[in-house]
Structure formats: structure tokens, C-alpha cells
């Protein structure tokens, strides 16, 4: 009997890209071979700068690989690349909707472009806003979305022409987790019932295991290629949940320094642990200080096999903690609650965009602003920061009422953008002097400053660097050494660790771990909810209003059920955001 078998859907052999960056050369991609199945989903994981965008860029055909093969469904890309391109669909991650257009509008243009016709679209339209649940929507703009509809618009006028092949570059980037979950429930329907090969890129390595198969990539490198349960089956018996009294940062930072431990993070009120060997750490030198300590096993997840692999790779320990700056307890330092939200509003126009909104923060605490897309937690970080004018209510930050002394509470204020916001054309020395000068700092204060930030931040090295060459890591590195020149008293935070890796995103909490134990107090948004496991206190915010406030680990135990004994603190995002939404869908 003949074989029939097609093949996979992608094949790579040797594959090579490089790039050049001014006078450095940067390797892409670096000899990747793998396979991707056929009706299958196929992650490509890797932080920002791993190489995923050019890779899926080269199995579209839009690139050519200096070296190496790519077969697209058995067709040779480098020598049919518009025979590829009329059977797949590719959702970039910067998609151009038109802002301008209702969401009709846009699946008209796309179809347009695809070549669709008009008799087959009402079918087509009818099937995909039903699969994204856009139907109700048809006549709003595309840029009155949220951020997670505007992702499944995207990927409705990608689908306006049914492709064999789906290539997906980070879809749930910058998108909460009802709208991750929501995407991801497209996507299993795209492979189940219509049969699409899908490749799905991704830095949030939790979604790893919701694909079939996973190529693991790390600056241009292939770690790992095979079923996420095989990467995780590798860390069996080496995973372990601390608890004691002596403070869960104080505990991370002590196990993270013990021999034979390689990784040490926060999860609610324990610390995760993973060992390089399947036995507890030997932890005879901290019973003095935390006589309670006990270690209890916990299943493996992937992000372990990841770290794991990272640091076998490049020899890495934990980084030495950082050396303080200064410690706030001291004359003029504000003490007790040192930013106070009562009954905050914002209006814009007709729109209510923060509605009747309270809370405070204590000195020395991590605070969470959490949110689905659209819910406010922006308008409300942008009015602490005394960027906006609060439509009515109290406002105080490091006890200036905002009102009336934003200024004087700005330079109170340390402030990390969610994008890179740095001067990309100036050099890394050259960003540190200028925040510095903006921050007020002169003469010997100002240099002694400079060569503290360039110390602590290892950045001595790549002083002369342009910012806008800098790894990733790097640019995060010196963002925060900028927003932290003036020794402030307080810390906001906006996405700040998005699409950076695992051991960059350790380095950077342990330094905020360390700011909050000096006294600093760092308020933080965040879509990546085992970052809100670092928070002490968190809000949960939806349309514009408060559900949900306490500690993450209380959160949690609200969402606990039968069937789900031990939630996640994504599975409790979701539960009070169901929540909050069952009366109205009710009606």
C-alpha cells in the first residue's frame, strides 16, 4: 500500500539568518532544524530577541534564510515563496487594523486583499465574528476595542481566506487573560474542527503547554523541540514549595543563594523552588533563622525545564543581592500609607473610565493594578503618576495631594514605562547623565549617582552602547537604573518585565524585592499574573471599577472549587471577572 503521508507541514534543516545592527553582527537564527506536524499546534517560545518574528518571517517567505532549507507544505520556500503565501495566513505582531474602519469594514478590506469573493463572504463573515464573538460589534470602529477584541478582529481578517497554514507571532502579548483564554479557545477550534496547522509564537512560556509540540528558542539557539510534557517530565522531583515565618522575600532571597539551588521564586505566601537534583536543598544553615522551614514537593512546569536549561547552558547562579541605595527610614522619609485613593472618577466626555475607585498603600509595599483590557487600570496609573487630572475624589502620593502639588510628588515618584522609553540614539552613559540633570542632580551627587547606577546594573561594559542596540535585558536594566537616579520614595511600574526571559525577569523582582524591603514603595500593572504573586496587596479592576482587593493569596481562596482545589491566580482573574459579568449577561 502506497504511503500517503504528507509530511509535516513545516520543515527546517540548517536553517541560518543573520542581521546586521550598525557595525555588529547579529545572529538571528543559528543552525535551527525542527519539524512542525500537520492539523497540530506548534509553539515557538522564547523571550523577546530569541528569534521567533524572524523565523516566522522566513517560513512566510517575506525573508531569505543566508543558509539552510524551509519546506512549507512540501514546498520549497526560497524557490515558490508566493505558492507558500497563498496557502497560509500570518497575523504579525503590530497587525495594521484600520483604526478608522468598523469592524465590518476591516473584514471587507481584508477580503479585498485576499481575494475573496463577494459571494462567499456573508457565509465566511458570519462564521468568524461567531468564533470570536465579534457579531454584536459589527458597527463599532476598530479603535474603540479593547485590546484583546482588537486581536481577535486581527485574526478574523487574517482568516477571511481559510488558510492550510497559521502563523501567529505573539497574539496574547500585552492581553489579560480572559482575552488569552478566549484567543486560545479559537485556536483549538481552528485545529479541531477546520483542521489548520498552527504556529504560535509566544515569550509567556505557560503557553507552552497548551501546544502539541514546542521549539524552544533562546537568542537564535534551539534548546528543546518536542511535547511540552517531555520538557517538563525532566524536572520531575525537583520542585519544591518552601514555607516559614521568616517573610516570603526574605526566604527567596536566601534559598535563592544555596547551593544546589537554581531557581527560587515567589508564589503566594511560599517560595518555589527548583534543585538540580531530585532532593530537597539542604537547607542546614537557615533553620537559625527560620526554624519552621519546611520543604514539600509540587508538581514541574515548563518554565522550570527553561530556567533549568539556562542556566546548565550559560553557567549561571543566582546574581548576588542588590546593594542598597540608600535606606528610606529616615528624616523626611513619608511613613504609613504613602499613596491614598478615595473615591476617584475620571470621565472623558460621557465616558466614565475610573469609577468611584479607593484604595491605599502602605510604605515599603508591592501593589498590584490589575485589569482586564480597557477596565482603567492605564487612566488610574497615569492619574497617580500626575500625568492626568482626576475628574473628582482624593488623590494623595508621598503626601502631596496631586491636585494641587503634582510636581512637588513627581519628584517623588520613579517611574518604568511599559515600552522602552529611553533615548534610543544616545549612549547608556549619556541616558544616566540626562535623567540624572532631569531629576535635579549635579556636580559630584549627580557623577556619584552615574557610577552607582553603571555599577550595580553591570552596565559599566556598555556605557558607550547606543540604547537602541542594547539586548533587552540591558534596556530593562538601565530603565530602571534611570528611574531610580533621585533615590525615590516611591516605584510605578508599567509592564515592566514584557517579553524579557525568565532569569531577567528573577534578576529584575529581586531588585524590587530588595527596593521594598529598604522602605521603597512599588505600585505595578501587570497582565502576567505570576508577577501579582510578588504584590503584597492587589486590585482587580473591570470597567472602570474595583472587584476585587486583599492579598494574592486571599484572591486565590475565593476562587477556590471543588474541582479547582488550587487556583492559580490567573484562574482567580478569571473567576472574579465571570464574575462580575454573569448579572449582566443574566439580564
Known amino acids: 500500500m502506497p504511503d500517503t503521508d504528507p509530511g509535516p507541514a513545516v520543515?527546517?534543516?540548517?536553517?541560518?539568518?543573520?542581521?546586521?545592527?550598525?557595525?555588529?553582527?547579529?545572529?538571528?537564527?543559528?543552525?535551527?532544524?525542527?519539524?512542525?506536524?500537520?492539523g497540530a499546534v506548534t509553539g515557538l517560545v522564547g523571550p523577546d530577541g530569541a528569534g521567533k518574528t524572524t523565523l516566522m518571517r522566513l517560513i512566510a517567505g517575506l525573508l531569505r534564510a543566508d543558509a539552510g532549507r524551509i519546506e512549507v507544505l512540501g514546498i520549497d520556500v526560497a524557490r515558490d515563496p508566493l505558492s507558500v503565501q497563498a496557502r497560509l495566513g500570518y497575523m504579525p505582531q503590530r497587525f495594521g487594523l484600520y483604526e478608522d474602519l468598523s469592524v465590518a469594514e476591516n473584514l471587507d478590506l481584508y477580503a479585498d486583499l485576499q481575494g475573496v469573493s463577494?459571494?462567499?463572504?456573508?457565509?465566511?463573515?458570519?462564521?468568524?465574528?461567531?468564533m470570536t464573538g465579534l457579531g454584536p460589534f459589527t458597527g463599532r470602529m476598530a479603535g474603540r476595542l479593547s485590546g484583546g477584541m482588537k486581536q481577535k478582529l486581527g485574526l478574523a481578517c487574517t482568516?477571511?481566506?481559510?488558510?492550510?497554514?497559521?502563523?501567529?507571532?505573539?497574539?496574547?502579548?500585552?492581553?489579560?487573560?480572559?482575552?488569552?483564554?478566549?484567543?486560545?479557545?479559537?485556536?483549538?477550534?481552528?485545529?479541531?474542527?477546520?483542521?489548520?496547522?498552527?504556529?504560535?509564537?509566544?515569550?509567556?512560556?505557560?503557553?507552552?503547554?497548551?501546544?502539541?509540540?514546542?521549539?524552544?528558542?533562546?537568542?537564535?539557539?534551539?534548546?528543546?523541540?518536542?511535547?511540552?510534557?517531555?520538557?517538563?517530565?525532566?524536572?520531575?522531583?525537583?520542585?519544591?514549595?518552601a514555607t516559614?515565618?521568616?517573610?516570603?522575600?526574605?526566604?527567596?532571597?536566601?534559598?535563592?543563594?544555596?547551593?544546589?539551588?537554581?531557581?527560587?521564586?515567589?508564589?503566594?505566601?511560599?517560595?518555589?523552588?527548583?534543585?538540580?537534583?531530585?532532593?530537597?536543598?539542604?537547607?542546614?544553615?537557615?533553620?537559625?533563622?527560620?526554624?519552621?522551614?519546611?520543604?514539600?514537593?509540587?508538581?514541574?512546569?515548563?518554565e522550570d525545564s527553561f530556567v533549568a536549561r539556562l542556566r546548565a547552558r550559560d553557567g549561571l547562579a543566582p546574581p548576588a543581592l542588590p546593594t542598597p541605595a540608600r535606606p528610606l527610614a529616615g528624616e523626611g522619609g513619608v511613613t504609613g500609607d504613602v499613596i491614598v485613593v478615595a473615591r476617584l472618577t475620571r470621565r472623558f466626555g460621557a465616558f466614565v473610565?475610573?469609577?468611584?475607585?479607593?484604595?491605599?498603600?502602605?510604605?515599603?509595599?508591592?501593589?498590584?493594578?490589575?485589569?482586564?483590557?480597557?477596565?482603567?487600570?492605564?487612566?488610574?496609573?497615569?492619574?497617580?503618576?500626575?500625568?492626568?487630572p482626576p475628574t473628582s475624589g482624593t488623590l494623595r502620593v508621598a503626601g502631596f495631594d496631586l491636585r494641587g502639588a503634582a510636581a512637588s510628588a513627581r519628584g517623588r515618584i520613579g517611574y518604568m514605562a511599559q515600552k522602552f522609553s529611553l533615548y534610543g540614539d544616545l549612549s547608556v552613559a549619556q541616558n544616566l547623565r540626562f535623567f540624572s540633570s532631569a531629576y535635579r542632580l549635579t556636580g559630584a551627587h549627580?557623577?556619584?549617582r552615574v557610577a552607582w547606577a553603571e555599577t550595580e546594573f553591570e552596565l559599566g561594559p556598555m556605557r558607550d552602547a547606543t540604547a537602541r542596540d542594547l539586548p533587552l535585558g540591558f534596556k530593562q536594566r538601565l530603565a530602571l537604573a534611570c528611574a531610580l537616579m533621585h533615590e525615590p520614595d516611591i516605584l510605578f511600574l508599567d509592564e515592566p518585565t514584557s517579553g524579557v526571559d525568565p532569569l531577567a525577569?528573577?534578576?529584575?523582582?529581586?531588585?524590587?524585592?530588595?527596593?521594598?524591603?529598604?522602605?521603597?514603595?512599588?505600585?505595578?500593572?501587570?497582565?502576567?499574573?505570576?508577577?501579582?504573586?510578588?504584590?503584597?496587596?492587589?486590585?482587580?479592576?473591570?470597567?472602570?471599577?474595583?472587584?476585587?482587593?486583599?492579598?494574592?493569596?486571599?484572591?486565590?481562596?475565593?476562587?477556590?472549587?471543588?474541582a479547582q482545589p488550587d487556583p492559580t491566580m490567573e484562574d482567580a482573574f478569571i473567576a472574579v471577572i465571570e464574575a462580575a459579568q454573569a448579572p449582566a449577561q443574566a439580564a
Open 11 to 38: 520543515r527546517l534543516a540548517g536553517v541560518r539568518r543573520r542581521f546586521h545592527a550598525g557595525k555588529r553582527v547579529v545572529t538571528a537564527l543559528d543552525g535551527i532544524t525542527a519539524e512542525a506536524a500537520r
Open 118 to 130: 463577494p459571494d462567499r463572504r456573508p457565509a465566511r463573515y458570519a462564521e468568524l465574528l461567531h
Open 159 to 241: 482568516l477571511v481566506h481559510p488558510p492550510d497554514l497559521l502563523l501567529l507571532d505573539e497574539p496574547t502579548v500585552g492581553v489579560d487573560p480572559v482575552s488569552r483564554r478566549e484567543l486560545w479557545q479559537i485556536i483549538d477550534h481552528l485545529t479541531r474542527e477546520a483542521q489548520v496547522t498552527v504556529l504560535f509564537s509566544t515569550a509567556y512560556l505557560d503557553e507552552a503547554e497548551r501546544c502539541d509540540s514546542v521549539l524552544l528558542l533562546h537568542e537564535g539557539q534551539l534548546l528543546g523541540h518536542g511535547p511540552p510534557g517531555q520538557f517538563t517530565a525532566e524536572m520531575a522531583g525537583r520542585s519544591f514549595l
Open 244 to 302: 516559614a515565618s521568616l517573610g516570603r522575600r526574605r526566604l527567596q532571597a536566601r534559598l535563592a543563594a544555596m547551593p544546589g539551588v537554581i531557581d527560587a521564586v515567589i508564589q503566594g505566601s511560599r517560595v518555589r523552588v527548583i534543585t538540580a537534583e531530585a532532593v530537597p536543598p539542604v537547607a542546614a544553615g537557615l533553620f537559625a533563622e527560620a526554624p519552621d522551614l519546611v520543604f514539600t514537593p509540587t508538581p514541574p512546569r515548563f
Open 353 to 388: 473610565a475610573v469609577d468611584d475607585v479607593s484604595f491605599t498603600v502602605a510604605r515599603g509595599e508591592i501593589f498590584g493594578l490589575l485589569g482586564a483590557n480597557g477596565a482603567g487600570k492605564s487612566t488610574t496609573f497615569r492619574m497617580l503618576c500626575g500625568l492626568l
Open 446 to 448: 549627580q557623577r556619584a
Open 505 to 562: 525577569r528573577r534578576e529584575f523582582w529581586r531588585r524590587i524585592n530588595a527596593l521594598a524591603e529598604q522602605g521603597v514603595t512599588v505600585l505595578v500593572t501587570t497582565h502576567f499574573m505570576e508577577e501579582a504573586e510578588y504584590c503584597d496587596r492587589l486590585v482587580i479592576m473591570a470597567q472602570g471599577a474595583v472587584l476585587a482587593a486583599g492579598e494574592p493569596e486571599a484572591i486565590k481562596q475565593g476562587a477556590r472549587t471543588a
